[in-house]
């Protein structure tokens, strides 16, 4: 069983910047995309980052120029960093991992880790 765990959250003052890293319990080279994903109260969880195993990466428009997802297969590791953080940055985010096995797909979720941006 694959255990994704967060960390790096914590309360940061606007235009400050966070490091989250998500620990994977296996081989992160084992998951074709590997993501970051937000939920602010009130409001539908949401997509910020996606890197593939062929280290293509996407951002939600949002967070462009801000925000850069990383993933390190040596460690089993894939980390948000997170600079001019904005308010509206304020949410749990989540750890999320998806791999291919015999044309079946597998996807796990992490414990999610609170960001909270002062204005």
């Known amino acids: 069983q694959v255990q994704l765990v967060e960390s790096g959250g914590g309360l940061v003052q606007a235009g400050g910047s966070l490091r989250l890293s998500c620990a994977a319990s296996?081989?992160?080279?084992?998951?074709?995309?590997l993501s970051w994903y937000r939920q602010a109260p009130g409001k539908q969880r949401e997509l910020v980052a996606t890197?593939?195993?062929?280290?293509?990466?996407d951002y939600a428009d949002s967070v462009k120029g801000r925000f850069t997802i990383s993933r390190d297969n040596a460690k089993n590791t894939v980390d948000l960093q997170m600079n001019s953080l904005k308010f509206e940055d304020t949410a749990v985010y989540y750890c999320?991992?998806?791999?291919?096995?015999?044309?079946?797909?597998?996807?796990?979720w992490g414990q999610g880790t609170q960001v909270t941006v002062s204005s």
């Open positions: 296996g081989s992160t080279s084992r998951f074709g995309v």
């Open positions: 890197v593939t195993s062929a280290d293509r990466k």
């Open positions: 999320y991992a998806k791999k291919w096995v015999a044309m079946q797909v597998f996807d796990y």
